[in-house]
């Protein structure tokens, strides 16, 4: 089977830094991808990995390990606006598909 | 650039109806994926076109599920009949760029009832 782990829900208050882990078992791999959604919203593409290490974009990182296929998103300087679900989700082939995890649920406090 | 175009953005029907979604991606996006999304499942893949033709159709549910893609600039997902079990936020998205970046439309939430 195809699965990804991620924490359910996560609060974290303004101002802070959280990480959101990402553990997958798939058949094949070819990427690991984070995912934001606002409540109601679509979910729009925040990064992508490919390669082991660390990308950065703005105040979002994201850490792939491919031998412990294991992954993050970081968050920097959490806003109130960042209260969303994240998803990771990973390509098993080359052919397109992505398979998502079940998403956490981000909480930022005042 | 428009985005992906989802219609309609809400749909309630009966029981035993027809229902077809519509979705017209990025121009220039040769993939195209259809996402069903529960909170009891999650995001679900349903199928996936490349190029206009069906790859993996391996998460339609069951023959009451069907999927087209006539042409580069249009899709649509036809359930015949509606169960209430349907009920769901149906997701267009397209990429140019297989599993990489894939922008979604914003949704059609179907409540058969």
């Known amino acids: 089977g195809q699965s990804l782990e991620q924490p359910s829900e996560v609060t974290a208050v303004e101002g802070a830094i959280v990480q959101i882990n990402c553990t997958y078992q798939?058949?094949?791999?070819?990427?690991l991808s984070w995912y934001q959604q606002h409540d109601g919203g679509a979910p729009t593409f925040l990064s992508y990995?490919?390669?082991?290490g660390l990308e950065e974009t703005g105040r979002f990182s994201s850490f792939l390990s491919r031998s412990d296929s294991y992954g993050y998103l970081l968050l920097q300087e959490l806003q109130m606006k960042d209260s969303a679900s994240y998803f990771c989700?990973?390509?098993?082939?080359?052919?397109?598909?992505?398979?998502f995890g079940q998403g956490t649920e981000l909480s930022v406090k005042p | 650039d428009a985005g992906v175009i989802q219609s309609p953005r809400h749909e309630v029907t009966e029981m035993g109806q027809e229902v077809t979604l519509r979705c017209k991606p990025i121009s220039g996006h040769d993939y195209l994926f259809w996402y069903r999304q529960t909170m009891m499942r999650g995001l679900e893949l349903l199928i996936y076109f490349n190029n206009n033709v069906p790859i993996d159709d391996s998460g339609m549910p069951e023959d009451r599920f069907s999927a087209k893609m006539p042409n580069a600039s249009f899709s649509t997902l036809k359930i015949q009949p509606s169960e209430p079990r349907d009920s769901a936020v149906y997701f267009c998205?397209?990429?140019?760029?297989?599993?990489?970046?894939?922008?979604f439309g914003s949704g059609t939430r179907l409540t058969v009832v």
């Open positions: 990995n490919a390669l082991d």
């Open positions: 798939t058949s094949g791999f070819y990427g």
């Open positions: 998205a397209s990429s140019s760029q297989g599993n990489y970046g894939y922008t």
């Open positions: 989700a990973v390509g098993p082939n080359q052919g397109g598909k992505l398979i």
